[in-house]
């Protein structure tokens, strides 16, 4: 499938979007202030061993502290052992025998920090290059399984070839299949040159310094999204296009090929309507071309993904209609997840099916359009309650969580008290008071929705409390104040 990358760049924030046949696919926002922090290489600080947790808390000059797993602390594998078996006898090595509190340790960010979690960190360090992933603590030499099985033999012959006897390990990408021999020694040099540099600043700087630092959005874009089926990548900055292109002709000539200048009169943006699809990619309802209907919602632990008729009855029976908006609707929600980057736990709720072809079918169109996704996604069958449960890795902030913050108003519930609600929570707040002050005067300071209500609805309760408690009470109205904030004076 042919696709377009466009990128656009000012000083304070970079977005990039991937367009197949005019419709956006893929949403990406770096901001020159909230980078991500995946990759990166610090040299860290034990502050805190939780061996309850079998974690630890490291310190590497972030607001919040970093979090390491007994299962992310890394030691090569012993002779004679498999990978899988070094991992399942250090885990069982508690965390306080392997760190102590002030010690210095190497560590790489493996998830940025989300909501109030801190980052989650890695003792195995991995340096991505344009085809390979060095792995400068293992000897490992691994292939990508997106690469035919018949294939892998003789590509890790020509890998153990290539990487000589210096040590370290190397994972080759999905993008290497087809590289030559002078590519792939050309990516193993920068890749160890990296390495070297990153050990050099370990000895000389001091604990919670960063001694490597991953690529920047645009350079990312040339080494893991540029595809065959990438026909142009357009970048509407001359200076930035400069920048990139001299980047990709020394790391990625190929994919630097690709690379033009966008000089129209019209923000590139505009050119597939992408803010407006951003905005689409915010809101809860996602509407299907045949007249059905998504509800996202995104909570702290999953996300809900409600698939609705709503006015479709194009079909010839009611079992035709459900089957046809399920099939549309596994489309659209596959390009969603990638849309808003929705991770973690995912449930699906389809239309209920009474026929089991049609179930699989929904299932199997589901999985199709996942296996698109550059990310690890993984979906499970029908559930007993007719839910489809699935997961996508999650390694950074979703589309909302970069964009977006919680309404003042709601504090993020997404519903408010309504204003009689308040004006009955004012008055009983005013007996409270009565009983434990004795001011002259009681002045109530709120919306204006809520004054209104207590000045003409509510005026008869308001003026049998004033009478009870013996006291005058005035009413202000304050129309910076959300619905359901309140203030009580005591005058």
């Given at each position: 499938?042919q696709q377009?990358?466009l990128?656009n760049?000012?000083?304070?924030?970079?977005?990039?979007a991937?367009v197949?046949?005019?419709?956006?696919?893929?949403?990406?926002?770096?901001?020159?202030?909230?980078?991500?922090?995946?990759?990166?290489?610090?040299?860290?600080k034990?502050?805190?061993?939780?061996?309850?947790?079998?974690s630890a808390?490291?310190?590497?000059?972030?607001?919040?502290?970093?979090?390491?797993?007994?299962a992310?602390?890394?030691?090569p594998?012993?002779?004679?052992?498999?990978?899988s078996?070094?991992?399942?006898?250090?885990?069982q090595?508690?965390?306080e025998r392997?760190?102590?509190e002030g010690?210095?340790l190497?560590?790489?960010?493996?998830?940025?920090?989300?909501?109030?979690k801190?980052?989650?960190?890695?003792t195995q360090?991995?340096i991505?290059?344009?085809l390979?992933?060095?792995?400068?603590?293992?000897?490992?030499?691994?292939?990508?399984?997106?690469?035919?099985?018949?294939?892998?033999?003789?590509?890790?012959?020509?890998?153990?070839?290539?990487?000589?006897e210096e040590?370290g390990g190397f994972?080759?990408?999905?993008?290497?299949?087809?590289?030559s021999?002078?590519?792939?020694?050309e990516?193993?040099?920068?890749l160890?040159?990296?390495w070297?540099r990153?050990?050099?600043?370990s000895?000389?700087?001091?604990?919670?310094?960063?001694?490597?630092?991953?690529l920047?959005?645009?350079q990312r874009?040339?080494?893991?999204?540029?595809?065959?089926q990438?026909q142009?990548?357009r970048?509407?900055?001359r200076?930035?296009?400069a920048?990139?292109?001299?980047?990709?002709q020394?790391f990625?000539?190929?994919?630097a090929?690709?690379?033009q200048?966008?000089k129209?009169?019209?923000?590139?943006f505009?050119?597939?309507?992408?803010?407006e699809?951003i905005?689409?990619?915010?809101?809860?309802?996602?509407?299907l071309?045949?007249?059905?209907?998504l509800?996202v919602d995104q909570?702290?632990?999953?996300?809900?993904?409600?698939?609705?008729?709503?006015g479709?009855?194009?079909a010839?029976?009611?079992?035709d209609?459900?089957?046809?908006?399920?099939?549309e609707?596994a489309?659209?929600i596959a390009?969603q997840?990638r849309?808003?980057?929705?991770?973690?736990i995912i449930?699906?709720?389809?239309?209920?099916?009474v026929?089991?072809?049609?179930?699989e079918?929904?299932?199997a169109?589901f999985?199709?359009?996942?296996?698109?996704?550059?990310?690890?996604?993984?979906?499970?069958g029908?559930s007993q309650?007719?839910?489809?449960?699935?997961?996508?890795k999650?390694t950074?902030?979703?589309?909302?969580?970069?964009?977006?913050?919680?309404?003042?108003?709601?504090?993020g519930?997404?519903i408010?008290k309504t204003?009689?609600?308040?004006?009955?929570?004012?008055?009983?707040?005013i007996?409270?008071e009565?009983?434990?002050?004795n001011?002259?005067?009681?002045?109530?300071?709120?919306s204006p929705?809520v004054?209104e209500l207590?000045?003409?609805?509510?005026?008869?309760h308001l003026?049998?409390?004033?009478e009870?408690?013996?006291?005058?009470?005035?009413?202000?109205?304050e129309?910076?104040?959300g619905?359901e904030?309140?203030?009580?004076v005591?005058?």
């Amino acid at each position: 499938m042919q696709q377009d990358i466009l990128i656009n760049w000012s000083p304070q924030e970079t977005r990039v979007a991937v367009v197949e046949h005019g419709a956006v696919q893929e949403l990406h926002v770096e901001r020159t202030l909230e980078r991500g922090l995946v990759g990166n290489v610090y040299l860290g600080k034990v502050a805190r061993v939780l061996p309850g947790m079998q974690s630890a808390f490291i310190d590497i000059g972030l607001e919040r502290a970093a979090f390491l797993h007994v299962a992310d602390v890394w030691h090569p594998p012993a002779p004679g052992e498999s990978l899988s078996e070094s991992r399942a006898n250090q885990a069982q090595i508690p965390i306080e025998r392997q760190v102590f509190e002030g010690q210095a340790l190497m560590v790489q960010v493996i998830k940025d920090p989300i909501g109030t979690k801190g980052a989650r960190l890695s003792t195995q360090i991995s340096i991505a290059g344009r085809l390979l992933v060095f792995l400068p603590q293992d000897d490992h030499m691994g292939i990508s399984q997106k690469i035919p099985q018949e294939q892998r033999d003789e590509l890790r012959k020509r890998m153990l070839k290539l990487a000589g006897e210096e040590g370290g390990g190397f994972i080759l990408r999905t993008n290497g299949e087809e590289a030559s021999d002078a590519e792939l020694s050309e990516d193993i040099g920068y890749l160890r040159k990296a390495w070297a540099r990153i050990k050099s600043a370990s000895t000389r700087l001091p604990p919670q310094s960063l001694l490597h630092q991953d690529l920047s959005l645009m350079q990312r874009v040339l080494r893991d999204m540029v595809s065959d089926q990438t026909q142009s990548i357009r970048v509407d900055s001359r200076e930035q296009f400069a920048a990139l292109q001299e980047f990709g002709q020394e790391f990625m000539p190929a994919a630097a090929q690709k690379l033009q200048l966008y000089k129209g009169e019209r923000p590139i943006f505009d050119l597939y309507s992408i803010d407006e699809e951003i905005a689409k990619a915010l809101g809860r309802r996602v509407d299907l071309k045949s007249g059905g209907y998504l509800i996202v919602d995104q909570t702290e632990a999953l996300t809900t993904v409600d698939v609705n008729t709503g006015g479709y009855v194009g079909a010839r029976n009611f079992d035709d209609t459900i089957f046809k908006t399920n099939l549309e609707a596994a489309q659209a929600i596959a390009r969603q997840l990638r849309l808003r980057n929705l991770g973690g736990i995912i449930i699906v709720d389809f239309i209920d099916m009474v026929r089991p072809d049609h179930r699989e079918a929904v299932l199997a169109e589901f999985r199709k359009q996942l296996a698109r996704d550059r990310v690890k996604t993984m979906a499970g069958g029908f559930s007993q309650l007719g839910l489809v449960e699935m997961t996508r890795k999650r390694t950074r902030e979703s589309l909302a969580h970069m964009l977006c913050e919680p309404c003042p108003s709601c504090e993020g519930k997404g519903i408010v008290k309504t204003a009689r609600s308040v004006a009955y929570d004012i008055l009983r707040e005013i007996l409270r008071e009565a009983r434990q002050f004795n001011p002259r005067e009681f002045r109530v300071v709120a919306s204006p929705k809520v004054i209104e209500l207590l000045l003409d609805e509510e005026n008869q309760h308001l003026a049998g409390l004033s009478e009870f408690i013996g006291k005058p009470v005035s009413l202000q109205s304050e129309a910076g104040m959300g619905q359901e904030q309140y203030d009580i004076v005591l005058l």
